[in-house]
C-alpha cells in the first residue's frame, strides 16, 4: 500500500477562477491517477498523470480544463481550470503500487464552487 | 466503453441480516475488485478476483467472480453497524490497468 496526502483537502472557489490540488505519495508508485467523484455518486476517471509526459485523458475530459503534472513518482497536480458550479465535486488522486492492478486513494478534495 | 452495472442502489439491513450486492460487465473482465467508502471517507481497497468462478472470504464478506468473468458478488453476513458505507466493484479489461467502477450499493444498518 501507500501513505497519499492530497492538499487541499477543500476550497470554496468563485466561478471562472482556478484551482491546483496536489497528490503526494510517501514511496515511488508506477503510476498516478485523478478521478472526480460527484456528490453520492461513483468514481469517473478524469486521467492517468504519467511521469515525463502529457497525462492521458478519458473521454470528456481535456487538458485544457485540468491540466496535470507529474513531474517525479511521488507528486501530481490537478488544475480544475475556468471553474463553474459544475466542477463542485470531490476530486481524488489514487495510485498503483506494484504489478498488481489494486488502486490506493487519496483524502480527496472536497471542491465547491460558487 | 466498459459499463459495470451495481445492484442495488441502496441497501438498508437490519444489525444481523445478510445481504449480497451485484456487479454485472458488459464485457469480459480481466479482474475484478471490491472497494469500501465510509461516508466522508475515501475508497478502500478490499480484495481483487482474477479466475474464473473465484471465491474468497475476508470474514463475514464473501466475493465471488463468475465463471464468465462478466459477473461479481459481494455477500456480507450477519451485518454490523461498522459495514456502514458504500461498497463499489471496479473492472479491468484485458491488458488494461483503468478500473471502470460501478455505481456503488450504500447500505445503512438499523440497529
Known amino acids: 500500500s501507500a501513505v497519499i496526502s492530497q492538499k487541499p483537502s477543500r476550497d470554496i472557489c468563485q466561478r471562472g477562477t482556478s484551482l491546483t490540488i496536489q497528490c503526494q505519495v510517501d514511496s515511488q508508485v508506477t503510476m498516478m491517477f485523478w478521478y472526480r467523484q460527484q456528490p453520492g455518486q461513483s468514481l469517473t476517471l478524469i486521467a492517468t498523470a504519467n511521469q515525463g509526459s502529457e497525462a492521458t485523458y478519458e473521454s470528456g475530459f481535456v487538458i485544457d480544463k485540468f491540466p496535470i503534472s507529474r513531474p517525479n513518482l511521488t507528486f501530481s497536480t490537478l488544475t480544475v481550470s475556468n471553474m463553474s458550479p459544475e466542477d463542485s465535486s470531490i476530486y481524488l488522486c489514487?495510485?498503483?503500487?506494484?504489478?498488481?492492478?489494486?488502486?490506493?486513494f487519496g483524502p480527496g478534495t472536497r471542491l465547491t464552487v460558487t | 466503453g466498459q459499463q459495470v452495472m451495481q445492484i442495488p442502489q441502496y441497501q438498508h439491513v437490519q444489525e444481523g441480516e445478510d445481504f449480497t450486492t451485484y456487479c454485472n460487465s458488459s464485457t469480459t473482465l480481466s479482474n475484478i475488485q471490491w472497494y469500501k467508502q465510509r461516508p466522508g471517507g475515501h475508497p478502500v481497497f478490499l480484495i481483487q478476483l482474477v479466475k474464473s468462478g473465484e471465491v474468497k472470504k475476508q470474514k463475514r464478506l464473501t466475493f465471488q467472480f463468475g465463471e464468465a468473468k462478466k459477473n461479481s458478488s459481494l455477500h456480507i453476513t450477519a451485518t454490523q453497524t461498522t459495514d456502514v458505507g458504500t461498497y463499489f466493484c471496479a473492472g479491468i479489461r484485458s491488458n488494461d490497468y483503468k478500473l471502470s467502477f460501478g455505481a456503488g450499493t450504500t447500505v445503512t444498518v438499523r440497529a
Open positions: 489514487s495510485v498503483k503500487t506494484g504489478p498488481t492492478y489494486e488502486q490506493y
